[in-house]
């Protein structure tokens, strides 16, 4: 079991940077592979990034490719989200979520295939 808590969220104006944290309970942090996605009220939840348990493999989905940074640090058990050049479309609530891994290299962007989630830290970027 798992608990995450993400925080960094809130008012920005579009071009701007905001980082998110997700803080993660329990001393096997490292055993979990993670993801940030982000959810619009009426939309899916959509994936955004994607680390690997050891955090040498990442992933992202192509709207936010060269924006969006997604990191960890295990000794934390924090997984942040950096992100900079912020749209007003980009204004959601953003969810950490967390997946056991066997694998110290997946990386995973499907909803179904995370565990555990957050409550979610919203994000709001004015135009």
């Known amino acids: 079991q798992v608990q995450l808590v993400e925080s960094g969220g809130g008012l920005v104006q579009a071009g701007g940077t905001l980082r998110l944290s997700c803080a993660a309970s329990?001393?096997?942090?490292?055993?979990?592979?993670m993801g940030w996605f982000r959810q619009a009220p009426g939309r899916e939840r959509e994936f955004v990034a994607g680390i690997s348990r050891t955090g040498g493999n990442t992933y992202y989905a192509d709207s936010v490719k060269g924006r969006f940074t997604i990191s960890r640090d295990n000794a934390k058990n924090t997984v942040y989200l950096q992100m900079i050049s912020l749209k007003p479309e980009e204004t959601d609530v953003y969810y950490c979520?967390?997946?056991?891994?066997?694998?110290?290299?997946?990386?995973?962007?499907?909803?179904?295939?995370?565990?555990?989630w957050g409550q979610g830290t919203q994000v709001t970027v004015s135009s």
């Open positions: 979520a967390a997946r056991n891994s066997n694998s110290g290299r997946s990386v995973y962007y499907r909803r179904e295939e995370y565990n555990y």
């Open positions: 329990g001393r096997t942090f490292s055993s979990y592979a």
